[in-house]
């Protein structure tokens, strides 16, 4: 398995601001993932974080708005630019792991709550 | 495309009795199959998953889910519940040839009363 820690834990900010998230891992990862929970909905992926390239991104999610850095193997940060009430979420940062079998399981971090005034 | 559908929102169940939450997943390829755990105030656990094999899987502490290939149905199941059981469980695919593209369920919070 792997431990993985967010920072903030939660933020309060002011609509047009933006908020840099950021995610480490205890060990070197393949794959890393940001994923987005609405309040009282299911997790949506956002991008995968790619080590020295750009994100890959899923639809409806742009790299203007979710800007995405992934310096090495054990960290990266998401930013959510230019906040309205629309982004308050949890965003969670997941990680996977290499196996023997095809699949690399998932590991998600403890999220970060954001709320947008 | 590939979805996920848990059709009960919320669960509410007394201690000590057995609980089913349901998941229904649609695909045109084979897919791995997951629940996770979420409890108050913190980030998903991995629960128990299906990848091959026996179709009945297990969790350590008295969960288990069936897939059932034929119903495309991945229920959780308890026996009995705990109050320490209170959290919200999503269900999971990955399609097998995408490696890792989690996609959730809309989540069933199940709720344990004394």
């Known amino acids: 398995s792997a431990v993985i820690s967010q920072k903030p834990s939660r933020d309060i900010c002011q609509r047009g601001t933006s908020l840099t998230i950021q995610c480490q891992v205890d060990?070197?990862?393949?794959?890393m993932f940001w994923y987005r929970q609405q309040p009282g909905q299911s997790l949506t992926l956002i991008a995968t974080?790619?080590?020295?390239?750009?994100?890959?991104?899923e639809s409806g999610f742009v790299i203007d708005k979710f800007p995405i850095s992934r310096p090495n193997l054990t960290f990266s940060t998401l930013t959510v630019s230019n906040m309205s009430p629309e982004d308050s979420s949890i965003y969670l940062c997941?990680?996977?792991?290499?196996?023997?079998?095809?699949?690399?399981?998932?590991?998600f971090g403890p999220g970060t709550r954001l709320t947008v005034l | 495309a590939q979805s996920v559908t848990q059709l009960d929102s919320q669960v509410p169940v007394f201690e000590e009795a057995p609980v089913e939450l349901r998941c229904n997943y649609s695909?045109?390829?084979?897919?791995?199959l997951f629940w996770y755990v979420q409890y108050p105030n913190q980030g998903l656990q991995l629960l128990l998953k299906?990848?091959?094999?026996?179709?009945l899987v297990e969790s350590i502490n008295g969960f288990e889910a069936e897939f059932n290939k034929s119903q495309t149905s991945f229920h959780l199941r308890k026996p009995s519940v705990h109050i320490s059981d209170t959290a919200e469980y999503f269900c999971?695919?990955?399609?097998?040839?995408?490696?890792?593209?989690?996609?959730f369920g809309s989540g069933t919070r199940l709720l344990v009363r004394p």
């Open positions: 999971a695919v990955v399609r097998r040839d995408s490696s890792y593209k989690l996609i």
């Open positions: 997941s990680v996977g792991l290499a196996e023997l079998s095809s699949y690399n399981e998932q590991f």
């Open positions: 695909s045109s390829v084979s897919v791995y």
């Open positions: 974080a790619n080590q020295g390239s750009e994100a890959t991104y």
């Open positions: 299906y990848l091959s094999g026996s179709t």
């Open positions: 060990s070197q990862v393949t794959m």
